[in-house]
T-cell receptor, first 109, second 115 residues
Framework: GQNIDQPTEMTATEGAIVQINCTYQ??????LFWYQQHAGEAPTFLSY??LDGLEEKGRFSSFLSRSKGYSYLLLKELQMKDSASYLC??????????WGAGTKLIIKP | DVKVTQSSRYLVKRTGEKVFLECVQD?????MFWYRQDPGLGLRLIYF???????EKGDIPEGYSVSREKKERFSLILESASTNQTSMYLC??????????????FGNGTRLTVT
């Protein structure tokens, strides 16, 4: 079967670093996406990983380990505007996206 | 910037009504999708379309239909609304490319309440 899991909620402090984990199980894999969704707004694309390793994009980095079925999103120098839900999704062998329920990130001053 | 526009932000309908949710994108994207988003669940795909007049069922198509008469417009239809269709509905589009990393561009969503 297929499944994907990420923590429901996380809290971090402004200026700090936070890592949001995402684990998945699937027989076919065509990449993993991270999206950010502010409350009441549309999800917006953050990153795509299909090969193992770390991809850095400014304050945000995304990591993938295909053998472990594991990804994380790393947010550095947290800002209040980073308070949002972070959605991970993998693309299965039929090129359909399977979505996690999202991690609500709360940033405290 | 890609803009995906959903016609209504909030809708309240009665059980049994026929409901139309409209979505328009302005970037000439081939692919369009309808998802619903419920608390504690990942996005669930209702229907998608890779071309005009073409539609494919997603994971939860029951009780829904779609229409894509023009490339830029993808409509979701609830034939007879029921209370379990109360949800946030998200429309998305993406470009058709040779790779699979073409990101989805989402609209702001329509929060539908069926009473």
């Amino acid at each position: 079967g297929q499944n994907i899991d990420q923590p429901t909620e996380m809290t971090a402090t402004e200026g700090a670093i936070v890592q949001i984990n995402c684990t998945y199980q699937t027989s076919g894999f065509n990449g993993l996406f991270w999206y950010q969704q502010h409350a009441g707004e549309a999800p917006t694309f953050l990153s795509y990983n299909v090969l193992d390793g770390l991809e850095e994009k400014g304050r945000f980095s995304s990591f993938l380990s295909r053998s472990k079925g594991y990804s994380y999103l790393l947010l550095k120098e947290l800002q209040m505007k980073d308070s949002a839900s972070y959605l991970c999704a993998f693309m299965d062998s039929n090129y359909q996206l399977i979505w996690g329920a999202g991690t609500k990130l709360i940033i405290k001053p | 910037d890609v803009k995906v526009t959903q016609s209504s932000r909030y809708l309240v309908k009665r059980t049994g009504e026929k409901v139309f949710l409209e979505c328009v994108q302005d970037m000439d994207h081939e692919n369009m999708f309808w998802y619903r988003q419920d608390p504690g669940l990942g996005l669930r795909l209702i229907y998608f379309s890779y071309d005009v007049k073409m539609k494919e069922k997603g994971d939860i198509p029951e009780g829904y239909s779609v229409s894509r008469e023009k490339k830029e417009r993808f409509s979701l239809i609830l034939e007879s609304a029921s209370t379990n269709q109360t949800s946030m509905y998200l429309c998305a589009s993406s470009a058709q490319t040779d790779s699979y990393n073409s990101p989805l561009h989402f609209g702001n969503g329509t929060r539908l309440t069926v009473t």
